[in-house]
């Protein structure tokens, strides 16, 4: 069975840093872009940054460039997101994907996506 599972969430402070991980089980993740999506209470959902399958092309949002770093360990099948100087704005369910076809842009852009995680809640507080 294809399953992506996210962890790493959790509460952090502004300006605090924390990083996630997407792990894949069922299938060789080094097929896919993958890519991190968040949605917000009362938001659209959003493509955060993507990668694709040699590491070499990732996409990032605007309002994440610089702050966040998407990497991946193919031989671990798993795929990274740091994020560092967070904000309350960055507050949100976050959720990896994986595309059997797509480039890394169209899938943070357009949402191309084949498959889903279950999401993982990032809340950042004082």
């Known amino acids: 069975q294809l399953q992506l599972v996210e962890s790493g969430g959790g509460l952090v402070q502004p300006g605090g840093s924390l990083r996630l991980s997407c792990a894949a089980s069922?299938?060789?993740?080094?097929?896919?872009?993958i890519g991190w999506f968040r949605q917000a209470p009362g938001k659209e959902r959003e493509g955060v940054s993507c990668?694709?399958?040699?590491?070499?092309?990732?996409h990032y949002a605007d309002s994440v460039k610089g702050r966040f770093t998407i990497s991946r360990d193919n031989a671990k099948n798993t795929v990274y997101l740091q994020m560092n100087s967070l904000t309350p704005d960055d507050t949100a369910v976050y959720y990896c994907?994986?595309?059997?076809?797509?480039?890394?842009?169209?899938?943070?852009?357009?949402?191309?996506?084949?498959?889903w995680g279950q999401g993982t809640q990032v809340t950042v507080s004082s």
């Open positions: 994907a994986g595309g059997l076809l797509f480039t890394a842009q169209s899938m943070c852009a357009l949402g191309n996506v084949n498959y």
């Open positions: 990668i694709s399958r040699s590491a070499l092309v990732t």
């Open positions: 069922g299938f060789q993740m080094d097929r896919y872009t």
